[in-house]
């Protein structure tokens, strides 16, 4: 009869059981020390309030999500796929492609509506009464079309709507009247596009439709932007409106505006994607979003 003999002595063992500690004390520092670098990690929100915004969103009919339902965009399962925060950079992702339009438009957008009153579209302002809308932001991302041409998207606009009297007046089935102001991102350049008044000479009435109004020949500022943070701001007078650009402006205070005292107004931003070709996307990020009236 034979017996193996037993090489693990009692000294064996405590020094395995002294490793085990260390390796335990070793784990918990280090998860001690990776609980401590989150904790470190400056996490930052965009600044804005979005009491006075309802959102468009590329899907459905397309969707509106209004006050107050849109202040939990970031716990809103219907809304975080297009509006969410980067809370490293700070900023408002507005995210969207060709899907869903709304009336009058081939075009899809992520993009805010100003309500004066939470949750009302018919409380708006006019030139006389005035406006200053202020942003920061960046478009960080955008697809190409098939030449290798970036896409276009608008990023602010002022919007014109009819008072129910003026509807009425000329027979129109809804509010809608055209865009006084268009903000594009364009090939790394900030565009703006406006509206002129076909004929002058048009009666009050008549200036009323969508037809009487044509498009000017556009406004590049000259700064290239590209990808990179930039201020806009559109401050609104009677008869002017200036849209300015990292502090540069450029002025609009002649006839056309003084006509188009005539309607009705609401500022808008975010993402508003000018292409319908398959594929296409846009992220348009805002750090600080801001109205004044």
């Not at 009692?10 to 990776?34: L, P």
């Not at 606009?157 to 089935?173: F, M, S, Y």
């Not at 932007?225 to 540069?248: A, P, Q, W, Y």
């Not at 005539?262 to 801001?290: P, Q």
Request: hydrophobic share 30%; with cysteine.
């Amino acid at each position: 009869m034979s017996f193996t003999n037993c090489k693990n002595t009692s000294s064996d063992i405590q020094k395995e059981a002294e490793v085990v500690v260390d390796n335990q004390e070793d784990k918990a520092e280090k998860e001690e020390e990776n609980n401590e670098s989150e904790e470190n990690i400056d996490y930052k929100l965009p600044v804005i309030n979005l009491s006075n915004w309802k959102v468009t969103l590329p899907i459905g009919k397309p969707i509106e999500v209004e006050p107050p339902e849109i202040l939990q965009y970031a716990t809103n399962s219907t809304l975080q796929p297009f509006m969410f925060n980067d809370s490293i950079k700070g900023s408002l992702v507005f995210y969207t492609y060709p899907g869903s339009t709304t009336n009058n438009t081939s075009y899809s957008r992520t993009e805010l509506r100003e309500q004066m009153t939470p949750g009302s579209n018919n409380d708006n302002w006019t030139f006389k009464q005035g406006g200053i809308l202020k942003g920061e932001l960046a478009v960080t991302e955008i697809s190409k079309d098939s030449d290798g041409k970036y896409h276009r998207t608008i990023i602010m606009q002022i919007h014109g709507r009819l008072t129910n009297a003026q509807r009425d007046l000329i027979g129109q089935k809804d509010n809608n009247a055209p865009p006084i102001l268009k903000i594009y991102w364009h090939n790394g350049y900030v565009r703006v596009k406006t509206k002129v008044l076909k004929d002058l000479n048009a009666s009050d009435v008549e200036i009323l439709e969508t037809d009487a109004w044509g498009d000017d020949d556009g406004y590049n500022f000259p700064e290239y932007v590209g990808f990179n943070k930039f201020t806009l701001e559109v401050h609104v007078t009677e008869g002017r409106m200036e849209v300015v650009l990292n502090g540069k402006s450029k002025v609009y205070n002649d006839i056309h505006m003084q006509k188009w005292g005539i309607f009705e107004n609401y500022f808008k931003a975010g993402n508003y994607l000018a292409t319908i070709d398959s594929g296409a996307s846009a992220k348009v990020e805002y750090y600080k979003l801001n109205v004044e009236h």
